[in-house]
């Protein structure tokens, strides 16, 4: 009875306060730094590493507790609920910078401004393709993982990682053409709504990197499985989602 | 099956108890806990705080502004006060607080042992620490806080009007206080959708879970748009983008597009939670069932849903589109349906019960009374060539007042006294109670009834100082906030009082009837950490 009585007892954790507090150094250093202080970027640096570390202990007592615990198949349902509803608000960030976009536009005289650059479709387009494509190699993955096929999981996520990274390539090689040309963020509201825009959605095809690469370790340690395979699903997601999000940049910035 | 009966189902969190993992006692039971319980109560010390400090910048300023010419604060200081006031009461009071009631009571009433994401819940309430304490250490920087008004408006807020730190944290704290939003808004909505007790139907739930649902919709859809805007106002002050510049090809009407389209929706988040509360304490003061349960829903949905098109009532003076004008006019005044229909059955649910005049009771009839006065300006606000004569104005300011004040926080003093003896175990003195209630009621009406007469009469607002025929509306109202302070004092000392030797409370102080009797009043008063020894049964 004793152990029944504490078996519902909630689990304490002292990872949460830390990834928070360390959340709360980030504006500390970052204002300081901005304003003048030098040893700011020191602290930025420090509670980026704090929420890192406290967040990924906490991923480690997830793997521990919750994906393969008793309540596993009851908790997949709460998780992918979760997923769902934290990529739709990923989604209405976008759609703020969208906002932006079409606004300055839709006021703007000429667009693009004059003296501004007309951008060269190849590299976003070959781009274009290699995301899409890696969207399509994950998703033969989902299908290996359901087959138990380990072998094919593992070449499905590596292929994706490889694609990921050259798209990231490729974008660092325009951004690097474009401020060749003396073009950037500072470059009134045509500049900065393309950086922006482009590069909020760089950092999340960085977020899906790393996400994968996470996933990727626990594939390796054999704690995903046919059965239980939420963080490949929500890695997957997460990677469709930052796809679409591209094909949208890619009209609305580029073809439009 | 009968409630009670022994059903296997398994709690939100992990079976096995691993070693170092087992309850603490002392301090650090609390930072680490994940229990929603303790969460909950951690919210509502934190919310109180916070209320606390923008409460005492309200005094401070209706000192300054009793009398024309008064010397109380220097102008630049009465501006920083007059910002971090509305800031905090929004962000860090009357939100938070509906979230910390919310957590304890939610997933109690829905029977299920805690939220769906314990660790999760208990990072969405740490990040509020540091988020208040950036804005409060603002005040204390070279340049002093933000000065620019809770809204914010560039350009105001640029760097060559704002150059110190004092609006960088001021977005930076905003931006940690809405990741905290987001993160328990996923938590929120996952918990009702998926921890329900089984038999707990949607349409069984309590209203307050209903409310609950919808406001941590709003929150996940609107938050975000906020922390972008947030974004673009930080790279605008830091890295030179051109957002909200005009000399850049930018706009600052952007961001009161994108401020507003957050901020209005949350007026709901603010008040439909208080609208749950009060859907449960008229029933359970009346012994009668809640008058038209459906349609409070759907009424509570379509408030939420309608409060996404109405955000540009807040520009008429700003230059938008006539067309667009006569659009979110109308669709403003379109609120006032559902919201009628909630009045109505709030009367319909009261008219003709055995009335107790408790001290919840009290602050729920005083939240009909003076939500209908904020609901009645709120339209005249919505036609154009009223608003734009009383723009900026301290009509705008009694308005906002009635809804936030005579809204909002009659509601949260409605649900505090509720369930105080639930959270604590007990019973606090139901004479100071109600002194409370009527200092409140009267205080409230004192401050702000005035300054419809101020705002008609074009006293303008967010300045530190006024003409002198403004005095005597002033001098009133100043009399108001004084009355308002005795009685905020009399509930802190009340409440005190019955934490530290208050009455044992019973699992039903209230004596609810069998029809309103929520799943929270038949567990022990505070409930056991798990809730219930086994999960209940609704049928
Ligand atoms: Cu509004």
Redesign the interface.
Known sequence: ME?A?????????????I???G???I??G???S??GWKQGLGVLLLGLAITVYGASR?WA??L???FF???AV?AE??LR??MA??I??????????F??LI??RY??PAWP?AGMPHFELLVPAVNTFILLFSSVTLHLGHSALERDRRDGVIASILMTISLGAIFLCGQAYEYGFLNGSAFN??S??????FF?LTGFHGLHVLLGLIFLNVVYGAVLRGQITPQQHFPFRAASWYWHFVDVVWLFVFTIVYIL | MEAGTVVAR?????????PG????TGI??W??????KLIGTMYIWLAFFFFAIAGAFAMVMRTQLAAPGLHVLRPEVYNQIMSLHGTFMVFFFTIPIMAGIANYVVPIQIGA??M?????N??SF??L???G??MLASLFLQGGAAAAGWTSYPPLTNRQYSP??GV??WI??L??AG?SS?LG???F??TI???RAPGMKMFKMPMFCWTVLVTQTII??????L???LT?AL?D???????F?AV????PV?WQ??FWFYSHPAVYIMVLPGMGMISQILPAFSGKHLFGYKGMVLATAGIGFIGFLVWGHHMFATGIDYRLRQFFSFASMVIAVPTGIKIWSWLATIWGGSLRFRTPMLFALGFIALFIIGGITGIWLALVPFDVQVHDTYFVVAHLHYVLFGGSLMAIMAGIYYWLPKISGKLYNEFWGKVHFWLTFIGMNLTFMPMHMMGMLGMPRRIYTYRPEFAIWNHIASAGAAVLGVGMTIFALNMLLSLWRGRRAPADPWNHSDETRTLEWTVSSPPP??NF?TIPVIR
């Open positions: 152990a009585a504490h078996s519902h007892e909630p689990v304490p954790s002292r990872w949460p306060i990834t928070a507090f959340a709360g150094l504006p500390v970052l204002v300081s901005a304003h906490w007592e997830l521990r507790d919750r615990g008793r309540d009851d349902k709460r609920t979760a509803l934290f739709a608000s990923e989604a209405a960030i976008f759609a703020s910078f906002a932006a606004y300055a006021h703007a401004p963020i500072k009134g509201i045509f500049g900065t709504t922006m | 398994p709690g939100p969190y992990a079976e096995a108890v691993h993992t087992t309850p603490r650090l039971k930072l680490l806990t994940s229990d929603h042992r805690d769906a994401f314990p660790r999760l208990a990072v740490w990040l620490v540091p988020a304490s950036l110190g730190p960088d944290l930076l704290g931006h940690l990741a987001i808004g996923i938590n909505v996952v959708l998926n921890l996940l859809i609107a938050t975000p748009i922390a972008g805007a673009m790279t002050r830091m890295f030179g983008t051109g957002f510049q850049a090809g930018g706009d952007l597009h994108l950490a798990e020894h």
